[in-house]
C-alpha cells in the first residue's frame, strides 16, 4: 500500500506530465515553420491541424518520457516535486525570490548576448536583424514552453536521470557530487538542444557554439540549483521569468 510521502508511480508522473504538456500546447501560438523548397507541395498538402501537430509532436512526446522517468528516479536522489506528491508546494517569500531571481537572470543574458554579438561575424549580425524584421510570435509562448515543458525536460528527466545514475556507480555517499555533475550537464544538454535550430539558420562557428552554450547553460545551473533547494514548481517560476525578464530587457533595449 502507498503512503501519503510515497505515492505511485503514475500518481507522480500524470500530473508532471499533464503541466509539462500546457507548455506543449503554447507552440501551438507560433507561426509555422518554414520547409524546404522540395516539401512545399506536401506540406501544403497537409491539413492545417497535421501542419500544427508538427509543432508539438516531438516536445510532447519528451514531456511524456521525462515525466516518467522523473517519477521514477527524482526522489531516489532527493529531487522533489508537489505536482508529484514527493514534497511540499514553496511558500510565497519563495516563490518571490525565484522570480526576482530569473528575471535576473534574463536582463544578465540579454546584456551578455548584446557583448558577444559584435564577435559573431557578419552572418550572425545578418541573422539578428532578419529576425528583428519578423512579426515576434505571442509573449506567452517562451514563459509557458520554457517555464513548464523544458523544466519537465530538463531538470525533471535529464537531470534526475544524470544524477540518479551517477548516485548508483558512485554509491549514495557521494550524492552530493553525482547531483552537482548532473547540474552542469543537464546545463549543457539544455544548451545543445538548441544548436539544431540554430543550425537550420546559419553555420555554427565556434563562437556561436560557445555563446549559444554558455548562455542557456548559464540559465540551467540556477533553475538546476533552486530544483535541488525548492522543488521542481520553482525552478519551472525560475525559468519562466527569465522570459518575462528578457522580454523587459529588450524592450528597453
Not at 549514495?172 to 540554430?198: K, N
Amino acid at each position: 500500500m502507498q503512503t501519503a510521502a510515497h505515492p505511485s508511480w503514475g500518481r507522480r508522473t500524470w500530473p508532471v506530465a499533464l503541466v509539462g504538456w500546457v507548455g506543449v500546447l503554447a507552440l501551438l501560438g507560433q507561426p509555422l515553420p518554414a520547409v524546404p523548397a522540395d516539401l512545399a507541395a506536401q506540406w501544403a498538402a497537409l491539413p492545417h491541424w497535421a501542419q500544427r501537430a508538427v509543432l508539438i509532436v516531438q516536445p510532447g512526446l519528451l514531456v511524456l518520457a521525462a515525466s516518467a522517468v522523473g517519477a521514477a528516479v527524482a526522489h531516489r536522489v532527493g529531487l522533489r516535486s508537489a505536482l508529484a506528491g514527493t514534497g511540499a508546494c514553496p511558500r510565497g517569500q519563495t516563490w518571490a525570490g525565484v522570480a526576482l531571481l530569473g528575471a535576473c537572470v534574463g536582463g544578465l543574458v540579454h546584456g551578455l548576448d548584446r557583448l558577444w554579438a559584435p564577435h559573431l561575424g557578419t552572418a550572425w549580425q545578418a541573422l539578428a536583424h532578419a529576425q528583428s524584421a519578423q512579426p515576434s510570435p505571442p509573449w506567452w509562448i517562451g514563459p509557458l514552453y520554457g517555464g513548464l515543458a523544458e523544466e519537465v525536460i530538463a531538470r525533471w528527466g535529464v537531470m534526475s536521470l544524470l544524477a540518479w545514475g551517477l548516485a548508483r556507480v558512485w554509491g549514495e555517499h557521494r550524492q552530493r557530487l553525482a547531483l552537482a555533475l548532473a547540474v552542469v550537464v543537464s546545463a549543457l544538454a539544455f544548451g545543445a538542444a538548441h544548436l539544431p535550430m540554430l543550425a537550420a539558420h546559419i553555420d555554427l562557428s565556434p563562437a556561436i557554439v560557445v555563446r549559444t552554450l554558455a548562455l542557456n547553460a548559464l540559465g540551467g545551473v540556477v533553475y538546476a540549483v533552486v530544483f535541488i533547494r525548492h522543488g521542481l514548481e520553482a525552478a519551472m517560476a525560475a525559468h519562466a521569468s527569465t522570459h518575462l525578464g528578457l522580454l523587459a530587457a529588450r524592450a528597453w533595449g
